[in-house]
Structure formats: C-alpha cells, structure tokens
C-alpha cells in the first residue's frame, strides 16, 4: 500500500474552489510534489515546495502544507483542470520515491 | 529545450528481458537523480528506481529488487533500466523523469522533467 494517502476522487463546479489532499508521515519532513496527468498524457509536475508553481502553472494552482498533510487547491476551477492529481514525496528512509493513489478530479 | 526520450518498451513474454533508455538533452544530465516511473493500465503512478548523479546510490521499490537494475551513463547522458524475469503486473508505461532534492529546512522533493513514456506488455 501506497505511504501517500489520497481521496480516490473528489468532484468541484466550474468556477469553484476545491482542495485535494495528501496524508503521510514522510510530509512531516517533505514538501509534497503535486502532479497533474490527463489521460494518455504524461504526468506534469503543477506544485512543489512550500507553494512553487512551474512557469506556465496558472496562479489558481496552490499548495500549502500541516502536519503531516499537504493540499493542492485550485481555486476557480476551470474544465480543463478536469485530471488525476498525483502528491509525490520521498518515503520516511529518504531514498525511495512515493506517490499517492491518484485523485480524479472531475469539473461539473 | 530540456527533453526526455524513452525507448526500448515493447511486447516480451513471462520471464523474459528488456533494456529500457531514456535519452536526456538540453540540461546537464550528471547534475541530477533520475528515476524511472510506471503506470499499469487504469492505475495510478507507482515510482520504480532512482539513481544518484554519480550512480553510486540507487534504490528500488519492492516489487522489482532483484530483478530491475538501474544504470546510467553520463557520457552519454543516458539512463537505463534492464528488466528480467518479468511478470504479466510488470505491463506498464515507463517514464524516466528528472529528480531535484534539497534541504532548507524541509526536504524540497520533485521530478520536474518527464518523458512521454515506453510501453511494457508482458503477455504470452
């Protein structure tokens, strides 16, 4: 089982915010990554470190971080925001890379 | 432009090899950790191997040690992952991805650069 725990799917109304999460204790240590992958599509990193977005990640994209609890929300979202949502971090020992189970977003 | 090409992906049967490569351009490849990253079809992202800058420290999931190895060659910018005896849930896209970590308090952790992937069938 995966050491990042997700919300297998969450669903938001056009224009609305929504916060997708990520629970493990390795993110009592790490920023959690966030990615987003579309299908057929590879995986495209949108949030990393305390609340980076990539050049070309629009601003509704933000992260932020408690505990052992990261967030990815997305603020006004739009339909082509409609993906899987992956957290990513390395696991407790440091060397061995994990993701979350996926989170579909669905834009209604 | 930073740019990452897998190849090498294709159909093999039950316990049988395949060589992966992933050609990285554009950025200075000895710089970073890479790692390989699959995808079964219809799931999720399951991180497989990493590898550091200089190849002396690699790590494995799991389900592969043993069996997947992990290589690079800098001189060719080039990274590598030689698959034996594999298995039918080995079936997956394959992406290479360039890893960045470092440490100002919290641990910064993120793959920034990806391939489009190579697909892996294992089926008879």
């Known amino acids: 089982s995966s050491e990042l725990t997700q919300d297998p799917a969450v669903s938001v109304a056009l224009g609305q915010t929504v916060r997708i999460t990520c629970q493990g204790d390795?993110?009592?240590?790490?920023?959690a990554s966030w990615y987003q992958q579309k299908p057929g599509q590879a995986p495209v990193l949108v949030i990393y470190?305390?609340?980076n977005r990539p050049s070309g990640i629009p601003d509704r994209f933000s992260g932020s971080s408690s505990g052992n609890t990261a967030s990815l929300t997305i603020t006004g979202a739009q339909a082509e925001d409609e993906a899987d949502y992956y957290c990513?971090?390395?696991?407790?020992?440091?060397?061995?890379?994990?993701f979350g189970g996926g989170t579909k977003l669905t834009v209604l | 432009e930073v740019q990452l090409v897998e190849s090498g992906g294709g159909l093999v049967q039950p316990g049988g090899s395949l060589r992966l490569s992933c050609a990285a351009s554009?950025?200075?490849?000895?710089?970073?950790?890479m790692s390989w990253v699959r995808q079964a079809p219809g799931k999720g992202l399951e991180w497989v191997a990493n590898?550091?800058?200089?190849?002396?420290?690699?790590y494995y999931v799991d389900s592969v040690k043993g069996r997947f190895t992990i290589s690079r060659d800098n001189a060719k910018n080039s990274l590598y992952l030689q698959m034996n005896s594999l298995r039918a849930e080995d079936t997956a896209v394959y992406y290479c991805?360039?890893?960045?970590?470092?440490?100002?308090?919290?641990?910064?952790?993120?793959?920034?650069?990806w391939g489009k992937g190579t697909t892996v069938t294992v089926s008879s």
């Open positions: 590898i550091k800058q200089d190849g002396s420290e690699k």
């Open positions: 554009g950025f200075t490849f000895s710089s970073y950790w």
């Open positions: 470190g305390k609340n």
């Open positions: 990513n971090s390395r696991d407790s020992s440091g060397n061995h890379g994990v």
């Open positions: 390795s993110l009592r240590s790490y920023y």
């Open positions: 991805a360039r890893e960045y970590i470092a440490v100002a308090g919290y641990y910064y952790y993120y793959m920034d650069v």
